[in-house]
């Protein structure tokens, strides 16, 4: 039987975990036993670690995606766009440096560009067969994030806004 509490202290022990912890040195038995729990209740959720991993990226890149308020004007106005989207991974900084550190690293910019596509194409259908669209829209995602996470020692608000002119040319 799913008991949600369960899978809440996997998913806490997990990112816990992930703060000291590369991904492949990480196993279920050493989860379950800083989870307090059995492994037959892992396994209720999860397959493997890099089902748990999966999971709760996705769950992290859902809550970015969701937190953007204005989607839609991601080709029209690219800098409002931009400026949303970085302060969505500020608001997750924590969880991210965590997650999405080491071999995970390029996964971030990955599912945040699946998403946003997915969320973008479906408020502008009009541009979905657009290729200089797709290839603009790749190019903001990915180019922009690279950008502020290669730039982290300036700040933040600093690398938004030189970001967000970019992107607006």
């Known amino acids: 039987m799913k008991n949600p509490k369960s899978k809440q ?3 806490d022990t997990y990112i816990d975990m992930r703060k000291t912890t590369p991904i492949e040195k990480m196993t279920v038995v050493s989860l379950c036993k800083n989870a307090n729990i059995n492994k037959s209740t892992f396994y209720v959720y999860y397959q493997d670690i890099f089902d ?3 999971q709760v990226e996705d769950i992290i890149v859902e809550k970015i995606t969701k937190s ?8 029209d106005h690219t800098d409002i766009f931009t400026e949303e989207v970085f302060k969505s991974y500020q608001e997750y900084n924590e ?3 965590t997650l999405f550190s080491g071999s995970r690293r390029s996964a971030l910019p990955d599912k945040i560009h699946q998403s946003l596509t997915e969320l973008f194409f479906s408020l502008r259908p009009e ?3 657009n290729p200089e669209k797709h290839i603009m829209f790749s190019y903001m995602i990915y180019g922009s994030y690279y ?16 970001i967000s002119a970019l992107t607006k040319i």
């Open 68 to 75: 953007i308020r204005h989607p839609e004007l991601a080709i």
């Open 52 to 54: 748990l991993c999966e």
């Open 127 to 129: 541009y979905q067969n």
């Open 9 to 11: 202290a996997i998913i």
């Open 147 to 162: 950008a502020y996470m290669e730039n982290a020692d300036y700040n933040s608000q600093y690398v938004i806004s030189v």
């Open 95 to 97: 969880l991210i440096r």
